[in-house]
């Protein structure tokens, strides 16, 4: 292992075993995901590990040391030569999701990435592991063949190709009687034979002598992540044990001895609350970005009747007593006396976040910090997030003003407008009450707001990943961009739902039992 990295890191599985049982092989292994989950779950590590992106691979070889790494597309592996002659315990496989997701929305479809899953079969026809596990979306469940999309008017085929239209980029309509070869022809499923593919791939790994199924909504949150990931779980099992899908440890509204869920909170660095969304020498936030973040201001700011407070931040309350060093804010008011002396005052700024997701136009969305992470996803559209701060004062008059007219053109009846225009002019009382958050009773007006995208470590912890994961840099020591780990965690599989399942249908333990008999 590199130096570098083995003294850097302090994340590392520890196993004691022989490498003489059977072991897990980990395909379209990416940063570590599903490796880290199946580690956690069955106590024993990963042996072979592949995936074609050498920066995912360097991620996963930083992490997991101990085992093989393939920097290799899938198909092009042998695995009976990967395996050096082992039995396979455990075989996963996660792949590529965006061209089934629903996030692809109206992208054309390519044949080739539907169609990975193809190599579980292969996978499972030369070495037939006794458990194999596939996460993907669920909409996978729709896997059937392609056909070309037509333009509704003229019912010619449209192609891959792009022409201009009044300053507008759109894909070109096949002229009559022109022949558009597959390869330009813009995909989309043919919905007459929806889930057709999904059914084959069942019915192959049944006649290879699998048991089969799956669960279509396992919630990352569920299982202790604090995100809200939701993937589709096959499992399949030749070992002749039942397939066993785990009990939930978290809900969204626990009952019995299940826990709520873990909220983003415990995920965000609040020492960087970001930078006003006014005046940014970049230039102002587009028009839909604004009316979303005037909308979450009013619903988890203004109407909230328990704001969150930032912990690096929480007021106090101040009691003019020489004695009296005050109280934390969620504490019972201390007693009021009539006295001078008596008066309770709030003291330092209040600080009341929010997350907003920067997605598809359709799927905007706002929610408290109190909430786990929606999905993260590795694209730039859906993989967004914000943490958005509405910063509070007594007699910052100048800012309530700007804020009132923002939230006023942004949320209220008016029509919504750049804020590099000349803002309305508020001269009543109710009219600022629009930017008044009533905290002990006593009103504080919104001054500024600040917006800051999510940091990659901070979305790693949403997805399930310790802190002490290598994110920054891979085994050969070289950083890792920004963009790059934005990317391994959003096509990373979350570990905890990983290990739950893992952990429920372990088959070394089967093994241990079938040999102490």
């Known amino acids: 292992m590199n130096t570098f990295v083995d003294a850097a890191r302090s994340f590392r599985t520890q196993f004691d075993l022989n490498f003489s049982e059977k072991i897990i092989v980990d395909f379209f292994a990416g940063g570590g995901g599903a490796s880290t989950g199946l580690e956690m779950g069955l ?58 997701s629903q996030a692809a929305g109206g992208q054309p479809r390519k044949k080739e990435i539907r169609d990975l899953s193809w190599v579980v079969l292969k996978f499972a026809g030369k070495v037939k592991p006794d458990v194999i ?76 002598g699998y048991e089969v199924e799956w669960q279509k909504n396992i919630i990352a ?96 309350i101040g009691r003019d007593f020489r004695t009296s060093f005050g109280h934390d804010i969620r504490e019972p008011l201390a007693t009021t006396t009539a006295g001078y002396g008596g008066h309770s005052s709030l003291i330092s700024p209040i600080l009341v976040p929010f997350i907003t997701e920067f997605a ?3 799927q905007q969305r706002n929610w408290s910090i109190d909430e786990p992470l929606s999905t993260i996803c590795a694209q730039v559209k859906g993989g967004h997030h914000g943490l958005v701060t509405a910063k509070l004062s007594k007699d910052n008059y100048k800012g309530a003003l700007r804020v009132a007219a923002f939230l006023i053109n942004y949320y209220g009846n008016g029509d919504a ?37 999510l940091k990659p470590r901070e979305l790693f912890r949403a997805q399930g990943f310790p802190d002490s994961y290598v994110i920054e840099y891979g085994s050969d020591g070289k950083p890792l961009s920004k963009k790059d780990q934005v990317f391994m965690v959003g096509n990373s599989v979350s570990p905890y739902p990983m290990a739950a399942i893992a952990r429920a249908n372990n088959p070394f333990i089967t093994q241990q039992i079938k040999g102490a008999a």
Request: charged share 25%; proline share 7%.
């Open 360 to 362: 598809n136009a359709s």
């Open 417 to 453: 407008r750049s804020i590099t225009e000349p803002m309305d002019t508020i001269t009543t009382k109710d009219r600022l009450a629009l930017v008044t958050v009533w905290i002990k009773g006593e009103p504080w007006a919104i001054v500024d707001i600040c917006i800051r995208m």
């Open 221 to 316: 949150a569920d299982f202790g992540a604090p995100t809200k990931r939701e993937r589709l779980f096959l499992v399949a099992r030749c070992d002749g044990q039942p397939i066993v899908w785990p009990e939930k440890y978290f809900s969204k509204k626990p009952k019995g001895n299940l826990k709520k869920w873990r909220s983003t909170v415990e995920c965000v660095d609040f020492s960087d609350l970001g930078n006003s969304i006014f005046d940014r020498p970049q230039g102002p936030l587009a028009d839909a970005t604004l009316k979303r973040i005037a909308k979450g201001i009013q619903k988890y700011v203004i109407e909230t009747k328990e704001p969150f407070f930032v912990n690096s931040a929480t007021p106090f």
């Open 43 to 100: 106590n024993r590590p990963v042996y072979v590990a592949v995936n074609h992106n050498p920066k995912a691979i360097s991620m996963h070889e930083a992490n997991h040391p101990h085992a093989k790494h393939y920097v290799q597309d899938v198909f092009a592996v042998d695995p009976i030569d990967i395996c050096d002659g082992h039995q396979v315990g455990w075989f996963h496989a996660s792949p590529d999701c965006t061209h089934h």
């Open 133 to 208: 596990s596939l996460e993907n979306v669920k909409q996978i469940l729709g896997w059937g063949p392609l056909i070309a999309k037509r333009d509704k008017a003229t019912g010619r085929v449209i192609t891959l190709d792009k022409i201009n239209i009044n300053g507008k980029k759109v894909n070109r309509i096949a002229e009559p009687g022109e022949r558009v070869h597959r390869h330009n022809q813009f995909l989309v499923p043919n919905p007459k034979k929806k889930g057709k593919t999904w059914k084959h791939f069942v019915r192959s790994l049944e006649q290879l």
